[in-house]
């Protein structure tokens, strides 16, 4: 197990470039092979959910330097929880959540990192703000002052073309520039989570800043 996950870490890294932050993405994966990751150099570990994180958590409390990622949908009653485990939050899909978390964040003194998630194209089983929705609640988002709003991250629908994908990461490229050139005080642009183990080279090419990889690190999930 050490040297496959090993070997895909040093392929990976080889062929993207230094800019895109890796992201290995821990569902159901052991604290073990997280910790043969971790000597691999991975740095950026991703839950989706916030029970296996606060699992995981006190397990690795020795590698400190660890900077953990929340990619799952939250549900509002546990976002205490994830405040107080993740420094990312990369999955806030509605206004109500993050109004939610800021308020939440202010009363604990915390100011994550987050990133707004967008659903370019319908898809009944994805969550996330559709392009006009979050047009709409960006000044309501603007208020959110214990939030450090960063990006978005955006999941392809499954079964889509190439090109079809391709499509879906520059739209979300081009909604990311057309918020940065309104100017909030309280929304930047700078992030865009997109790509994961099966087309994250096609993220790279439409301005991915950071990749999500779990099966191509990992192996076959465990259900």
Same mark, same amino acid.
């Given at each position: 197990?050490?040297?496959?996950?090993?070997? /895909?870490?040093?392929?990976?890294? @080889?062929?993207?470039?230094?800019?895109?932050?890796?992201?290995?993405?821990?569902?159901?994966?052991?604290?073990?092979?997280?910790?043969?990751?971790? /000597? @691999?150099?991975?740095?950026?570990?991703?839950?989706?959910?916030?029970?296996?994180?606060? *699992?995981?958590?006190?397990?690795?409390?020795?590698?400190?330097?660890?900077?953990? $990622?929340?990619?799952? $949908?939250?549900?509002?009653?546990?976002?205490?929880? @994830?405040? /107080? &485990?993740?420094?990312?939050?990369?999955?806030?899909?509605?206004?109500?959540?993050?109004?939610?978390?800021?308020?939440? @964040?202010? *009363?604990?003194?915390?100011?994550?990192?987050?990133?707004?998630?967008? #659903?370019?194209?319908?898809?009944?089983?994805?969550? +996330?703000?559709?392009?006009?929705?979050? &047009?709409?609640?960006?000044?309501?988002?603007?208020?959110?002052? $214990?939030? #450090?709003?960063?990006?978005?991250?955006?999941?392809?629908?499954? +079964?889509?073309?190439?090109? !079809?994908?391709? +499509?879906?990461?520059?739209?979300?490229? !081009?909604?990311? *520039?057309?918020?940065? $050139?309104?100017?909030?005080?309280?929304? *930047?642009?700078?992030?865009?989570?997109?790509?994961?183990?099966?087309?994250?080279?096609?993220?790279?090419?439409?301005?991915?800043?950071?990749?999500?990889?779990?099966?191509?690190?990992? +192996?076959?999930?465990?259900?």
């Amino acid at each position: 197990m050490i040297d496959l996950i090993t070997e /895909q870490i040093i392929k990976i890294r @080889a062929s993207i470039p230094e800019s895109v932050r890796l992201i290995a993405v821990t569902k159901t994966v052991s604290v073990e092979a997280m910790r043969i990751a971790y /000597q @691999a150099g991975i740095r950026d570990f991703a839950e989706n959910r916030v029970q296996e994180a606060a *699992e995981k958590y006190p397990q690795l409390q020795d590698l400190q330097d660890i900077t953990w $990622h929340l990619i799952g $949908h939250l549900q509002t009653n546990k976002a205490t929880k @994830a405040l /107080q &485990l993740f420094q990312w939050i990369q999955s806030i899909d509605s206004l109500k959540l993050a109004l939610r978390l800021d308020r939440l @964040a202010g *009363e604990l003194g915390y100011q994550p990192q987050v990133c707004l998630q967008v #659903k370019i194209l319908p898809d009944p089983n994805k969550f +996330g703000w559709t392009i006009p929705e979050l &047009l709409a609640e960006l000044p309501q988002l603007n208020q959110c002052q $214990h939030l #450090k709003i960063k990006g978005l991250m955006t999941i392809p629908c499954l +079964g889509l073309s190439e090109s !079809e994908t391709l +499509g879906v990461f520059e739209r979300t490229r !081009e909604l990311a *520039e057309t918020i940065q $050139h309104q100017n909030w005080t309280n929304i *930047e642009m700078q992030q865009l989570s997109m790509g994961m183990s099966e087309d994250y080279s096609l993220a790279i090419q439409k301005g991915a800043t950071m990749i999500r990889l779990g099966r191509i690190i990992f +192996g076959q999930r465990r259900n």
